[in-house]
Protein backbone atom coordinates (compact mmCIF):
# COMPACT_ATOMS: atom_id res chain seq x y z
CA UNK A 1 0.00 0.00 0.00
CA UNK A 2 1.49 3.71 -0.63
CA UNK A 3 2.12 5.46 1.97
CA UNK A 4 0.06 8.91 1.29
CA UNK A 5 1.41 11.67 2.32
CA UNK A 6 -0.72 14.83 3.45
CA UNK A 7 -0.41 17.81 1.32
CA UNK A 8 0.67 20.60 2.70
CA UNK A 9 -1.14 23.39 3.80
CA UNK A 10 -0.69 26.47 1.51
CA UNK A 11 -0.91 29.94 2.92
CA UNK A 12 -4.48 31.45 1.28
CA UNK A 13 -4.37 35.14 0.05
CA UNK A 14 -7.49 36.63 -0.56
CA UNK A 15 -8.13 37.58 -4.29
CA UNK A 16 -9.40 41.40 -2.90
CA UNK A 17 -6.76 41.91 -1.25
CA UNK A 18 -5.24 44.95 -2.96
CA UNK A 19 -1.10 44.26 -3.59
CA UNK A 20 1.34 46.56 -4.64
CA UNK A 21 4.21 44.62 -5.91
CA UNK A 22 7.93 45.48 -6.81
CA UNK A 23 10.48 48.09 -5.15
CA UNK A 24 9.66 51.20 -7.40
CA UNK A 25 5.88 50.58 -7.68
CA UNK A 26 5.53 50.39 -3.24
CA UNK A 27 7.96 53.55 -2.85
CA UNK A 28 5.35 55.15 -5.34
CA UNK A 29 2.45 54.36 -3.38
CA UNK A 30 4.29 55.62 -0.10
CA UNK A 31 4.90 58.32 -1.45
CA UNK A 32 1.02 58.51 -2.88
CA UNK A 33 -0.35 58.48 0.76
CA UNK A 34 -1.54 54.80 0.29
CA UNK A 35 -2.62 53.64 3.40
CA UNK A 36 -0.81 50.08 3.64
CA UNK A 37 -1.10 47.23 6.18
CA UNK A 38 2.20 45.63 5.97
CA UNK A 39 5.42 45.46 3.64
CA UNK A 40 6.63 42.34 3.40
CA UNK A 41 10.20 42.34 2.62
CA UNK A 42 12.47 39.20 0.91
CA UNK A 43 14.65 38.22 3.62
CA UNK A 44 18.28 39.16 2.35
CA UNK A 45 16.78 41.89 0.11
CA UNK A 46 19.87 44.82 -0.96
CA UNK A 47 20.72 47.62 -3.31
CA UNK A 48 20.44 51.25 -3.33
CA UNK A 49 16.58 51.02 -4.18
CA UNK A 50 15.92 48.95 -1.02
CA UNK A 51 18.10 51.13 1.00
CA UNK A 52 15.49 54.05 -0.53
CA UNK A 53 12.80 52.34 1.02
CA UNK A 54 13.79 51.66 4.65
CA UNK A 55 14.75 55.49 4.39
CA UNK A 56 11.43 55.95 3.96
CA UNK A 57 9.92 53.22 6.09
CA UNK A 58 11.80 55.13 9.08
CA UNK A 59 9.93 56.11 11.53
CA UNK A 60 6.04 55.31 9.51
CA UNK A 61 3.60 53.87 10.69
CA UNK A 62 3.77 50.94 8.03
CA UNK A 63 4.78 47.45 9.57
CA UNK A 64 7.51 45.56 7.95
CA UNK A 65 8.24 41.80 7.55
CA UNK A 66 10.73 40.17 6.76
CA UNK A 67 9.77 36.65 4.82
CA UNK A 68 11.88 33.64 2.54
CA UNK A 69 11.07 34.70 -1.05
CA UNK A 70 8.73 31.31 -0.75
CA UNK A 71 5.95 33.17 1.22
CA UNK A 72 5.92 36.65 -1.35
CA UNK A 73 5.78 33.31 -4.14
CA UNK A 74 3.22 32.42 -3.18
CA UNK A 75 1.28 35.90 -3.10
CA UNK A 76 1.82 36.71 -6.43
CA UNK A 77 3.43 34.54 -9.62
CA UNK A 78 4.33 38.44 -10.71
CA UNK A 79 7.89 39.76 -11.10
CA UNK A 80 7.52 41.48 -7.09
CA UNK A 81 11.35 42.24 -7.19
CA UNK A 82 11.61 40.98 -3.19
CA UNK A 83 9.22 43.30 -2.46
CA UNK A 84 4.93 43.29 -1.77
CA UNK A 85 2.66 45.86 -0.27
CA UNK A 86 -0.57 44.88 0.52
CA UNK A 87 -3.14 48.23 0.60
CA UNK A 88 -5.40 48.44 3.17
CA UNK A 89 -9.15 48.84 3.01
CA UNK A 90 -9.56 51.43 5.70
CA UNK A 91 -7.92 54.39 6.46
CA UNK A 92 -6.23 54.77 9.78
CA UNK A 93 -6.49 57.83 12.04
CA UNK A 94 -4.54 59.36 14.77
CA UNK A 95 -6.10 59.13 17.83
CA UNK A 96 -4.56 62.16 19.41
CA UNK A 97 -7.01 63.77 16.41
CA UNK A 98 -10.05 62.14 17.74
CA UNK A 99 -9.78 62.98 21.23
CA UNK A 100 -10.08 66.45 21.26
CA UNK A 101 -12.66 66.26 18.95
CA UNK A 102 -14.95 63.82 21.07
CA UNK A 103 -14.43 66.30 23.76
CA UNK A 104 -15.91 69.10 21.61
CA UNK A 105 -18.89 67.43 20.79
CA UNK A 106 -19.74 67.20 24.56
CA UNK A 107 -19.38 63.61 24.28
CA UNK A 108 -17.69 61.51 27.07
CA UNK A 109 -14.62 59.32 25.19
CA UNK A 110 -15.26 55.48 25.29
CA UNK A 111 -11.98 53.72 23.24
CA UNK A 112 -11.10 50.54 22.76
CA UNK A 113 -7.30 49.22 23.03
CA UNK A 114 -6.16 46.10 21.79
CA UNK A 115 -2.66 44.29 23.07
CA UNK A 116 -1.66 42.07 20.33
CA UNK A 117 -4.85 40.68 19.49
CA UNK A 118 -3.71 38.83 15.74
CA UNK A 119 -6.34 36.95 14.62
CA UNK A 120 -8.55 38.62 12.09
CA UNK A 121 -12.12 37.27 12.89
CA UNK A 122 -11.44 38.44 16.58
CA UNK A 123 -10.64 41.67 15.13
CA UNK A 124 -13.74 42.01 13.45
CA UNK A 125 -16.14 40.76 15.65
CA UNK A 126 -14.69 43.23 17.96
CA UNK A 127 -14.98 46.00 15.76
CA UNK A 128 -18.95 44.73 15.12
CA UNK A 129 -19.29 44.90 19.22
CA UNK A 130 -17.86 48.38 19.85
CA UNK A 131 -19.38 49.85 16.75
CA UNK A 132 -22.68 48.43 18.47
CA UNK A 133 -22.01 50.27 21.96
CA UNK A 134 -20.50 53.67 20.73
CA UNK A 135 -16.81 53.01 21.02
CA UNK A 136 -15.33 56.16 19.77
CA UNK A 137 -12.25 54.10 18.59
CA UNK A 138 -10.01 51.32 18.48
CA UNK A 139 -6.68 51.53 19.21
CA UNK A 140 -3.70 48.92 17.44
CA UNK A 141 -0.40 48.32 17.96
CA UNK A 142 1.91 48.71 14.74
CA UNK A 143 3.23 45.52 14.99
CA UNK A 144 1.33 42.25 16.31
CA UNK A 145 -2.38 43.52 15.35
CA UNK A 146 -4.59 41.67 13.25
CA UNK A 147 -4.45 42.77 9.78
CA UNK A 148 -7.57 44.78 8.63
CA UNK A 149 -8.33 42.34 5.39
CA UNK A 150 -11.46 40.92 3.58
CA UNK A 151 -12.16 38.35 6.34
CA UNK A 152 -11.75 41.28 9.16
CA UNK A 153 -14.13 43.36 7.49
CA UNK A 154 -16.67 40.89 7.02
CA UNK A 155 -16.99 39.59 10.53
CA UNK A 156 -17.32 43.09 11.32
CA UNK A 157 -20.28 43.39 8.99
CA UNK A 158 -18.77 46.43 7.78
CA UNK A 159 -18.16 48.34 11.06
CA UNK A 160 -14.52 48.43 10.14
CA UNK A 161 -15.64 50.63 7.69
CA UNK A 162 -17.75 53.27 10.41
CA UNK A 163 -15.26 52.92 13.15
CA UNK A 164 -12.08 54.51 13.33
CA UNK A 165 -9.21 52.41 13.87
CA UNK A 166 -5.67 54.39 14.94
CA UNK A 167 -2.51 52.33 14.36
CA UNK A 168 0.09 53.34 17.03
CA UNK A 169 3.90 52.14 17.39
CA UNK A 170 4.04 52.07 21.10
CA UNK A 171 0.54 51.46 23.15
CA UNK A 172 2.63 52.14 26.53
CA UNK A 173 2.85 56.09 25.44
CA UNK A 174 -0.51 56.09 23.71
CA UNK A 175 -1.75 55.30 27.13
CA UNK A 176 -0.23 58.00 29.20
CA UNK A 177 -1.56 60.37 26.49
CA UNK A 178 -4.83 58.91 27.29
CA UNK A 179 -4.55 59.69 30.67
CA UNK A 180 -3.32 62.88 30.26
CA UNK A 181 -6.19 63.76 28.50
CA UNK A 182 -8.73 62.79 31.08
CA UNK A 183 -9.38 59.33 30.30
CA UNK A 184 -9.02 56.31 32.51
CA UNK A 185 -7.25 53.26 31.61
CA UNK A 186 -9.18 49.95 32.07
CA UNK A 187 -7.14 46.76 31.84
CA UNK A 188 -9.48 43.41 31.37
CA UNK A 189 -7.28 40.94 32.88
CA UNK A 190 -7.29 37.82 35.07
CA UNK A 191 -4.75 39.15 37.16
CA UNK A 192 -6.73 40.93 40.10
CA UNK A 193 -9.54 40.15 42.26
CA UNK A 194 -11.73 43.26 41.46
CA UNK A 195 -14.23 42.80 39.05
CA UNK A 196 -15.15 44.40 35.77
CA UNK A 197 -18.13 46.03 37.82
CA UNK A 198 -15.88 47.81 40.24
CA UNK A 199 -14.59 50.72 37.36
CA UNK A 200 -16.75 53.65 36.95
CA UNK A 201 -17.06 53.68 32.87
CA UNK A 202 -19.09 56.94 33.09
CA UNK A 203 -15.88 58.81 33.32
CA UNK A 204 -13.81 58.68 30.03
CA UNK A 205 -12.71 55.39 29.60
CA UNK A 206 -9.98 53.27 27.34
CA UNK A 207 -10.55 50.02 28.05
CA UNK A 208 -7.21 47.60 27.09
CA UNK A 209 -7.94 44.39 26.17
CA UNK A 210 -4.85 41.63 25.46
CA UNK A 211 -4.30 38.35 23.35
CA UNK A 212 -5.69 35.04 24.87
CA UNK A 213 -2.08 33.31 24.90
CA UNK A 214 -0.30 36.08 26.03
CA UNK A 215 -2.85 38.41 27.44
CA UNK A 216 -2.07 42.20 28.13
CA UNK A 217 1.51 43.33 28.74
CA UNK A 218 3.36 43.74 31.70
CA UNK A 219 3.99 47.19 30.70
CA UNK A 220 0.19 48.23 30.17
CA UNK A 221 -1.02 46.86 33.25
CA UNK A 222 1.46 48.84 35.11
CA UNK A 223 0.17 52.16 33.64
CA UNK A 224 -3.32 50.91 33.94
CA UNK A 225 -5.41 52.74 36.61
CA UNK A 226 -7.78 49.80 36.94
CA UNK A 227 -7.28 46.08 36.66
CA UNK A 228 -10.68 44.25 36.22
CA UNK A 229 -11.46 40.47 35.75
CA UNK A 230 -14.36 39.42 34.12
CA UNK A 231 -16.14 36.33 36.73
CA UNK A 232 -15.63 32.84 35.87
CA UNK A 233 -17.89 29.99 37.11
CA UNK A 234 -16.83 26.92 35.29
CA UNK A 235 -13.93 25.20 34.69
CA UNK A 236 -12.75 26.50 31.34
CA UNK A 237 -10.20 29.46 32.59
CA UNK A 238 -10.80 32.25 29.49
CA UNK A 239 -13.31 33.69 27.64
CA UNK A 240 -12.27 34.07 23.46
CA UNK A 241 -11.39 37.56 23.35
CA UNK A 242 -14.00 38.86 21.31
CA UNK A 243 -16.91 37.77 23.57
CA UNK A 244 -14.59 39.19 26.69
CA UNK A 245 -14.63 42.55 24.76
CA UNK A 246 -18.14 42.26 24.85
CA UNK A 247 -18.52 41.48 27.94
CA UNK A 248 -16.96 44.09 29.76
CA UNK A 249 -18.08 47.09 26.73
CA UNK A 250 -21.71 45.84 27.80
CA UNK A 251 -21.24 47.00 31.32
CA UNK A 252 -20.15 50.14 30.07
CA UNK A 253 -22.82 51.03 28.39
CA UNK A 254 -25.27 49.64 31.14
CA UNK A 255 -23.34 52.07 33.61
CA UNK A 256 -23.60 55.03 31.18
CA UNK A 257 -27.49 54.51 29.92
Do not use: W
Not at 78 to 86: D, E, L, P, S, T
Not at 120 to 149: D, E, F, S
Not at 169 to 177: P, R, S, V, Y
Amino acid sequence: MDNFKKPQRRERFKENNEFVFGIRAVIEAIKAGKDIETIYVQRGLSGDLFLELKSMLSGSLIPLSVVPVEKLNRMTQKNHQGVIAVISPITYQNIEDIIPAIYEKGETPLVLILDSVTDVRNMGAIARTAACVGVHAIVVPLKNAAQINADAIKTSAGALFSIPVCRHANLHKTCLFLQDSGLQVVACTEKTDDLIYVPDYKLPTAIVMGSEDEGISNELLRVANHLAKIPMAGSIESLNVSVAAGVILYEAVRQRV
